[in-house]
């Protein structure tokens, strides 16, 4: 199985430049012709939150007319860009989303993995909360799926990244969250955004992995003096999680643009590993 996960896509209004310089609906398109253009296509989209830049319902009618072209499942969970009441209108129809209730949580069986979606937007915050009631129902989630392997995706990282300006709104109640994970070692990955930057890390038992933005992203700055999160117009990326029973979920990152190549790869007839293989005839 392979899953594409795109994050922090903050479409706007039409005309509308975020931060005054980023054309975030065109560089949603080239990711969504990006996606096109693979070799093999996912079998479904994730998308990890801040869909939108101020969760206007013109931005995700905007969004909706680019990813019903998409012509793959996609999968959505708000970001503190979002707006619940705004997302689940726009995209109630495909049939995950509950159709009430104070939060958009939902489980996905999508042999051979199970999904688990979580929404930790805090209305009106810039960080993410999984407090009790969201504790209780992940664990529940978990629970209920035996031994399968299984992603949790979520828009907050629920863990420290050392960029000091994101880590001040990442998601609160990591450590609760951390514990129960801990418990369910079929937890493959806990896959977020929010931080526009790749970012992997070992947490509860397993792997945390922050997605880049098909948009810009966010100043690598590891001092932790430095509060203040800027923007980079640096490559503009997804994530690429390919399942195999053999080895579980290797992650790769593809990058969105052209460049140049593919090239046959010419090899040196000095190289050693070259030189042995001809020695021993097997060129």
């Known amino acids: 199985m392979l899953i594409a996960q795109i994050t922090d896509l903050h479409v706007h209004a039409a005309g509308k430049l975020v931060s005054g310089r980023v054309d975030t609906n065109r560089m949603v398109r080239d990711c969504i012709d990006a996606i096109h253009r693979l070799a093999r296509q996912p079998d479904m989209v994730l998308i990890s939150g801040d869909l939108a830049d101020c969760g206007l319902d013109e931005e995700y009618a905007t969004l909706r007319a680019m990813l019903d072209g998409l012509g793959l499942p996609v999968y959505v969970?708000?970001?503190?860009?979002?707006?619940?009441?705004?997302?689940?209108?726009?995209?109630?129809?495909?049939?995950?989303?509950?159709?009430?209730g104070a939060y958009l949580h939902y489980v996905i069986d999508a042999d051979p993995l199970r999904l688990i979606a979580l929404d930790?937007?805090?209305?009106?915050?810039?960080h993410g909360e999984m407090d009790a009631p969201r504790l209780a129902w992940l664990d529940a989630a978990l629970a209920a799926g035996g031994a399968k392997p299984t992603i949790i995706f979520?828009?907050?990282?629920?863990?420290?990244?050392?960029?000091?300006?994101?880590?001040?709104?990442?998601?609160?109640?990591?450590?609760?969250?951390?514990?129960?994970?801990?418990?369910?070692?079929?937890?493959?990955?806990?896959?977020?955004?929010?931080?526009?930057?790749?970012?992997?890390?070992?947490?509860?038992?397993?792997?945390?992995s922050v997605a880049p933005s098909p948009a810009h992203q966010i100043?690598?700055?590891?001092?932790?003096?430095?509060?203040?999160?800027?923007?980079?117009?640096?490559?503009?990326?997804?994530?690429?999680?390919?399942w195999r029973p053999d080895?579980?979920?290797?992650?790769?990152?593809?990058?969105?643009?052209?460049?140049?190549?593919?090239?046959?790869?010419?090899?040196?007839?000095?190289?050693?590993?070259y030189k042995d293989k001809m020695a021993e005839g097997a060129v």
């Open 77 to 100: 969970i708000p970001g503190n860009h979002d707006r619940r009441d705004r997302l689940r209108a726009a995209f109630g129809d495909w049939g995950y989303l509950p159709a009430d």
């Open 120 to 126: 930790t937007l805090s209305p009106g915050r810039e």
């Open 154 to 208: 979520m828009h907050h990282p629920p863990f420290a990244t050392g960029l000091a300006g994101m880590d001040a709104i990442n998601c609160r109640g990591g450590a609760a969250m951390a514990e129960i994970v801990a418990a369910y070692p079929n937890v493959e990955r806990v896959l977020a955004g929010h931080c526009h930057r790749p970012i992997q890390a070992r947490w509860a038992g397993t792997i945390g």
């Open 219 to 242: 100043l690598l700055d590891l001092d932790p003096a430095s509060a203040e999160s800027r923007i980079m117009m640096e490559p503009p990326a997804f994530h690429l999680h390919l």
């Open 247 to 273: 080895v579980g979920i290797v992650t790769h990152q593809a990058y969105v643009g052209d460049f140049d190549g593919p090239h046959d790869v010419v090899v040196d007839l000095e190289y050693p590993a």
